[in-house]
């Protein structure tokens, strides 16, 4: 985790497909530091898509599918 002075506190340290340092572990919205919910839609999105590719249950295909949209 990093220290955030603008949000105040500590946030997760992610990758750009929001997976932490944890493999497997993604985080997304308030527990990411986003609080639009417009953001932390898209970031859901982003995550839950990048998960599946991390389980095997989908391919980068669709990561970039996503990000096209």
């Known amino acids: 985790a990093?220290?955030?002075a603008a949000l105040g506190g500590f946030v997760p340290v992610r990758s750009e497909s929001l997976e932490t340092s944890l493999p497997g572990l993604f985080v997304c919205g308030s527990a990411g530091g986003i609080g639009s919910v417009s953001a932390s839609l898209a970031q859901g999105t982003l995550?839950?898509?990048?998960?599946?590719?991390?389980?095997?249950?989908?391919?980068?295909?669709?990561?970039?599918?996503?990000?096209e949209r």
């Open 2 to 4: 990093g220290y955030s």
């Open 47 to 67: 995550a839950g898509t990048a998960a599946a590719v991390n389980a095997g249950r989908a391919t980068s295909k669709a990561v970039r599918q996503e990000f």
